[in-house]
């Protein structure tokens, strides 16, 4: 296996903790969550994870620049405009979402322009707002124009002379999913050392760009994890997503030379809680959001592991994970969405 570089920034390893109130509550199933909503960097979730291997690499090419893109709630965003910040990059960041043509006023929908001043588009909130505090630039684009905007951004930034790093949409390449290879190393370790009590039969986690999912896949295969990692869809069905993920897999087992090529049926993702589409709210997150905050005092995301935990409610309840097993809800963080306008009237309705 390489040695692949990295800067240690995050804060790990982050804690396992059992769940006793919910678990009861659900009927006996014990649930453990690991947290990383806790890593550090800008109020923690999975990307800092995958930060630790992308900034080293974009350190070792010199680049004075990062260009990410995501949605306008993006979490991987706000921590590249987070970590730009700490280590002197500049940050441009290509955000869509619904409802910004509307947002905007009629004034600014006239100019037709990508660059649009976010003050504009009613108050920031949630993310939209930490991203400009970290003086991240942001560059508007439809979702269907979101790569050619990456790419003339990343053309426009060289004319000027400046080195950009383009990091990939969730952070989502080999580069990035290694940061979750050390993740499940970094399990591993907590279930020999007891800081992880009992054996989990399930990873449960939230699955989207796939990141997260390749590295605790593959340190799965390479450090024999005995239980099985099962990513809840949250954005794509599940072939989709399936694809996605076992092509990141084997094209990260390429890159630290650790050779085994993963099919579609090696990844285990549930898509039957996709709801009403990415990021829009229904009654089962709502449920999720509710239930972590009064029986244990824990902030879920509307967007991830709200649905991600609302698909492991589901699983306890019809029965498909027994009372004898042993689950582990890996919390990938999002917490800041909570406070994104669009949810806040409905996450306590
Ligand atoms: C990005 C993100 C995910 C999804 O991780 P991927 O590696 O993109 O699949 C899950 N949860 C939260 C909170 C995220 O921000």
């Not at 588009?121 to 400009?132: C, D, F, I, T, Y």
């Not at 099985?228 to 399936?242: A, M, Q, R, T, Y």
């Not at 027994?322 to 949810?343: C, I």
Request: charged share 20%; net charge neutral.
């Amino acid at each position: 296996m390489r040695e692949i570089s990295r800067i240690h920034f995050a804060h790990l390893p982050t804690r396992v903790e059992f769940l006793p109130r919910l678990s009861k509550h659900l009927g006996g199933v014990k649930i453990y969550i690991k947290r990383d909503d806790q890593t550090g960097l800008a109020l923690g979730g999975n990307k800092t994870r995958k930060l630790e291997y992308l900034i080293a690499d974009a350190q070792s090419k010199n680049a004075n620049v990062l260009i990410t893109a995501g949605a306008i709630q993006s979490n991987h965003c706000r921590q590249t405009a987070a970590a730009a910040a700490k280590f002197g990059f500049e940050c441009i960041l290509v955000l869509t979402g619904e409802g910004i043509k509307t947002k905007m006023s009629a004034e600014i929908q006239t100019l037709g322009e990508k660059t649009i001043d976010p003050k504009v588009l009613s108050l920031p909130n949630g993310n939209l707002l930490l991203v400009q505090l970290f003086g991240a630039k942001i560059v508007w684009a439809e979702a269907n124009q979101r790569e050619t905007v990456l790419q003339e951004t990343f053309s426009l930034v060289e004319k000027q002379g400046k080195h950009p790093y383009l990091i990939p949409f969730g952070g989502s390449n080999p580069i990035g999913a290694m940061g979750y290879l050390t993740g499940m190393r970094e399990l591993m370790d907590q279930i020999e050392a007891s800081a992880m009590p009992e054996y989990p039969n399930w990873i449960v986690f939230p699955s989207a760009s796939g990141g997260t999912h390749a590295g605790l896949a593959l340190g799965a295969h390479l450090f024999g994890f005995q239980g099985k990692v099962l990513g809840i869809n949250v954005d794509e069905p599940e072939d989709v997503l399936k694809d996605r993920v076992a092509k990141l897999t084997t094209m990260t087992a390429e890159f630290i030379e650790a050779g085994h090529s993963f099919t579609p049926n090696e990844i285990l993702v549930n898509g039957h809680y996709l709801g009403k589409g990415y990021g829009v709210m229904g009654e089962p997150e709502k449920e999720a959001i509710q239930l972590f905050a009064r029986f244990e005092g824990i902030l879920l995301d509307p967007v991830y592991t709200g649905r991600a935990a609302a698909g492991m409610i589901d699983l306890v309840r019809y029965g498909f994970f027994t009372a004898d097993q042993v689950l582990l809800f890996w919390h990938t963080g999002g917490t800041p969405a909570l406070f994104a306008q669009r949810y806040q009237s409905d996450v306590l309705s």
